[in-house]
């Protein structure tokens, strides 16, 4: 029998899954919203429905589920969500482990974006790399030396939580200064209307740099030599050499046509090639890519 698995991102928003078979080819896909607000068990009933509705009757036999913040097992609770404290309370994993009935496997949905974008244009070419999903938040996962690497605790790769100013913007998580309350989608956005005094989101901030507005000029040009400094951090303690930008904010071309030449002047050390910042290549479905990739790994089709 074909064995598939079901790959499951669960965002503050929404909730995506897909079907996958051995050959990591996409059987089926569903997106509906998660509906957080509605309180766990309508997060549940809806993570439930997608399954079903993306299984399309088929039996799988594991599931991979790539959330928000670092899942403990041993709490059954995930750390780590402030954008969505209805997902750290206890339990919701466990209630979607008893429904499911097959292998549950949970990860960081930046975990997952790495792990399907390393996959999709990084293995065989670059080996240390990191991934950053520029969203609501600012996530990061690492695959150092062709492996996911997860830490001590599960908890690597949360770059977007590093200090990038001393005593700067407040961050959602209750620091100053992180590089999320500078980088993220909604960070982007309270930064122009600062400036401004006029409200955009990242995409309209964009056009209007185009149109050579000076507010919407300052801030981006402010913006990459954040990311600069940002980055070329990452590489210096790491040794990357890779970057892999997802979630909205990353469409900006800006990026990646002017930030890795700002993070050459800024790598220190040994002499390091271009260091590319790479788009996403899946889009906003890496994560449930990467998830559904989990689900292979369990039953020992993948190795990562």
């Not at 466990?94 to 390393?118: M, Q, S, T, W, Y």
């Not at 040794?239 to 990646?256: F, H, Q, R, Y």
Request: hydrophobic share 40%; aromatic share 6%; proline share 5%.
């Amino acid at each position: 029998m074909e064995p598939y698995v079901i790959g499951i991102d669960l965002g503050g928003t929404k909730v995506e899954a897909c079907l996958l078979d051995k050959e990591l080819r996409v059987m089926a896909r569903r997106r509906i919203l998660s509906q957080p607000s509605e309180g766990r068990n309508q997060v549940v009933e809806n993570i439930l429905r997608v399954v079903k509705e993306t299984a399309q009757g088929k039996t799988y036999a594991a599931v991979g589920i790539g959330t928000p913040g670092t899942y403990n097992a041993d709490e059954d609770r995930l750390y780590g969500a402030p954008h969505t404290p209805l997902y750290e309370e206890p339990g919701l994993i466990g209630d979607l482990r008893l429904k499911l009935d097959v292998p549950v496997v949970v990860e960081n949905d930046a975990n997952c974006l790495a792990l399907a974008e390393f996959y999709a244009s990084c293995k065989g070419k670059y080996g240390f790399v990191l991934a950053v999903i520029l969203g609501t938040g600012v996530g990061g996962g690492l695959i150092l030396d062709n492996r996911l690497y997860r830490g001590a605790k599960g908890g690597a790769g949360e770059i977007g939580h590093t200090i990038v100013e001393l005593n700067g913007r407040q961050c959602q998580c209750g620091r100053r200064g992180c590089a999320e309350a500078y980088l993220s989608g909604p960070s982007l956005s309270r930064r122009y209307r600062e400036q401004s005094g006029r409200t955009a989101d990242a995409e309209e901030i964009y056009r209007r740099f185009l149109a050579g507005e000076s507010s919407a000029v300052r801030l981006l040009e402010e913006t990459c030599v954040i990311m600069a400094d940002f980055f070329a951090d990452a590489v210096n303690a790491l040794d990357l050499e890779a970057v892999i930008l997802g979630g909205g904010v990353s469409n900006i071309p800006l990026w990646v046509e002017r930030v890795p030449p700002m993070m050459r002047k800024r790598l220190f050390g040994v002499p390091r090639p271009h260091i590319p910042l790479l788009p996403a290549r899946l889009g906003d479905s890496a994560g449930v890519f990467g998830a559904a990739y989990l689900g292979l790994r369990e039953l020992g089709l993948m190795d990562f």
